[in-house]
């Protein structure tokens, strides 16, 4: 589904992403691990078009985003939930879907709603909280609306940004759960975490990135094992925080 080869980004003279070469399969939650400054952001904002590469390339479904513009990229189905939540304050909840939705309007009225039905059921809260300013809600709660709003336009592949930062743990168990789900019922997911463990627990397969480069890459379940990414990201002792069972 997506294909990135030899990536170099970076902002201005400022070089970040250094030869980076990945793929994402269909139906994976892909996963990207790694310190502060590693380039996970930057990675993610350079394949939603936000920064531009200097060399390489990135093909999704067979078109080149290199030679896009961002706005044109969520209606290829290539959608980002950004770093931060960065969702509209002083705009309701249902004013912030709606706008998730934009790419979806040639298909017409039925199918936005159709839409926001759907994000409503996903996510009972921001049916609750609907016609609430988004600024007012919970960090969880503007977690769940900025990812409610990302799938407002129908994506293939939804790529998330640091999902957990600022969540109390019993949230960010939700937050796994509905990402899984997600992965569950058809979709795909590059998700960047700094919380390693919890993310590699979801995931199908990960990659570690260090100072702009790729150093690690494999199945989750032997990254979780291996004594480096331990040593690294897990440090001596860490339990099961998602059982995936539910």
Partial sequence: M???????SGYGKLKVLKNVSMHVA????????GANGAGKTTL?????????????EIVFEGQNLCVLPPQKIPALGCALVPEGRQIFASLSVEENLILGGHPLKKAGKKELTRQLERQYALFPIL????????????????????????????PTLIMMD?????????IVQDIFKVIVKMRDEGKTVLLVEQNAQTALQVADRGYVLETGKVVLQGNAHELLEDVEVKRAY?????????????
């Avoid at 993610?44 to 390489?56: E, H, K, N």
């Avoid at 640091?162 to 019993?170: H, N, V």
């Fill in 234 to 246: 897990l440090g001596k002792d860490y339990g099961d925080f998602y059982d995936g069972k539910s």
């Fill in 2 to 8: 997506l294909t990135i080869r030899n990536l170099q």
């Fill in 127 to 154: 049916k609750e909280r609907h016609d609430q300013y988004a600024g007012t809600l919970s960090g969880g709660e503007q977690q769940m609306l900025a990812m409610g709003r990302a799938l407002m336009s129908k």
């Fill in 162 to 170: 640091e999902p957990s930062t600022g969540l109390a743990p019993l």
């Fill in 44 to 56: 993610l904002s350079t394949i939603s078009g936000l920064l531009r590469a200097t060399t390489g």
């Fill in 26 to 33: 269909k139906g994976e939650i892909v996963t990207i691990i």
